[in-house]
């Protein structure tokens, strides 16, 4: 009986820990013909979606949260190589027998197992569509004049939940390929400086391929504000504001 009385211990414990670990982090529920898409905002580049009983990981970095403590996951997806962008001790945490991974060639030369998605491509992973979209810089470059993204290396995904189609864009401008989607539900787009987009570049590509939800993220210290006021008069898009720095 004490044992038993011990394990239960344990258990409520380790689901107070869960709870306590995921709360602290805000989230949204979209709804899908197929069932509730919920996003968990983790931080800076890193996104937690749960779908249909799965568990996908964007870009997971442990300086944005404990991942000790965080659901392990069926998919983990790599934009591309940068350490607030790959982080292979988020990457073992979070693994599970089964877990699949997929990211850009130099990520996944970095992760042993994972699936190689090139700009262009489109895989099914774990039962869901993704589409690799270029991600890219067309204006802010390095002292040296590369630019800090080169085109053809790094990827933005487009994920399928249901009838939704979600774009998380990854380290990118405002670029030809961005401003020709079509059909995209939900966007997540960078807007730090100079790494990525001004709030003028990412209205600018928003008001070009028209997202119903527009989240900013990987903000870094500008603020969202601008863009939300950018866009006020679009109002087939609904910007939102979560806690993304």
């Known amino acids: 009986m004490k044992l038993l009385l011990s394990i239960i211990g344990i258990l409520l414990l380790t689901g107070v820990t869960m709870a306590g670990a995921q709360g602290k982090f805000e989230k949204d529920v979209v709804k899908t013909k197929a069932g509730d898409l919920e996003i968990t905002f983790i931080g800076h580049g890193t996104l937690m979606l749960a779908f249909g009983g799965k568990v996908i990981h964007v870009d997971p ?21 940068h350490g607030d962008h790959l982080d292979p001790r988020a990457v073992a945490a979070l693994q599970k027998p089964g877990t699949q991974m997929a990211a850009n060639p130099a990520g996944a030369g970095k992760l042993p197992g994972a699936a190689v998605l090139k700009n262009g491509e489109k895989k099914t992973v774990t039962g869901l569509v993704i589409e690799a979209v270029p991600a890219y810089n067309l204006v802010h470059k390095r002292d040296s004049g590369e630019p800090f993204h080169p085109r053809g290396r790094d990827n933005g995904y487009i994920i399928t939940f249901g009838d939704k189609r979600v774009y998380v864009a990854g380290d990118t401008e405002n670029t030809p390929e961005m401003k020709a989607l079509q059909n995209i539900d939900i966007a997540f787009l960078p807007m730090n400086l100079p790494y990525t987009m001004t709030p003028e ?45």
């Open 201 to 245: 570049m990412v209205a600018d590509a928003a008001r070009a391929f028209k997202p119903k939800i527009l989240y900013p993220y990987h903000y870094g210290k500008t603020d969202p504000a601008k863009l939300v006021n950018l866009l006020k008069e679009n109002k087939e898009i609904e910007v939102r504001v979560r806690k993304m720095e």
């Open 61 to 81: 970095v442990g300086q944005y949260g404990d991942y000790s403590q965080l659901p392990k996951a069926d998919l983990i997806l790599i934009t591309h190589e």
